[in-house]
């Protein structure tokens, strides 16, 4: 037993955390969770949301982002973000928690309209639909200006820029951004990260 213990769903979020967990180089056990809704992951995680990662001091931790950021609090010598007290580590958290709060929203917007309005009509879901995919084009293209080649900081790869990598997989129009498909491609030769994408089904 490692003491991790990653909570995953296939083509989720999960991905880049399993991604981190893999570039850490720590063990992890995980456990696929096929129905968010059961009361033994709700009580784990009350939000019936993945990915949720049970940590080998006793902790459990949701949130992709409060994840990644606990564990480069943990493991700084794996460079998940850079160095803390840097520019550089304002930014790339900036970032991460851009994503996390506009552009992953937007994407269940997006794919679940549904969830998103008391009102079942296909008129009022393509609506939703609709904004959602104005929203992501909008912050994609924010995203892309920040963007200094192949990844968001330079020659240097982090954990944001698989979470960007990750988000671009699950909305096409992102990846027609030149800046946004040279990244996703600089990520995908990492190694760690080709084997959480795999596994989750990305691509």
Not at 26 to 47: I, K, M, Y
Not at 84 to 110: D, E, K, S
Not at 184 to 191: F, G, I, Q, R
């Amino acid at each position: 037993m490692s003491g991790y213990t990653l909570y995953w769903k296939p083509g989720s979020g999960s991905m880049v955390v399993e991604a981190a967990l893999r570039m850490i180089g720590v063990g992890f056990d995980e456990v696929r969770v096929d129905e968010t809704a059961a009361p033994e992951f709700l009580a784990l995680n009350p939000a019936g949301k993945v990915p949720v990662l049970k940590l080998a001091c006793g902790p459990v931790i949701a949130e992709s982002a409060a994840i990644l950021m606990t564990l480069d609090d943990m493991f700084p010598e794996a460079r998940l973000l850079p160095p803390h007290g840097t520019p550089a580590h304002a930014t790339a958290v900036q970032w991460l928690v851009f994503m996390a709060t506009n552009i992953y929203p937007a994407c269940l917007r997006y794919y679940y309209a549904e969830r998103h309005t008391t009102d079942p009509s296909p008129q009022a879901c393509e609506a939703i639909k609709q904004q959602a995919a104005r929203d992501m084009g909008r912050d994609f293209a924010q995203l892309t200006e920040a963007v200094q080649g192949p990844f968001l900081l330079g020659q240097t790869m982090t954990i944001t820029d698989v979470y960007a990598a990750m988000l671009a997989d699950w909305y096409d129009p992102a990846k027609e951004l030149p800046d946004i498909a040279l990244l996703v491609n600089a990520v995908l030769k990492n190694e760690a990260v080709g084997e959480a994408w795999g596994h989750h089904g990305f691509g």
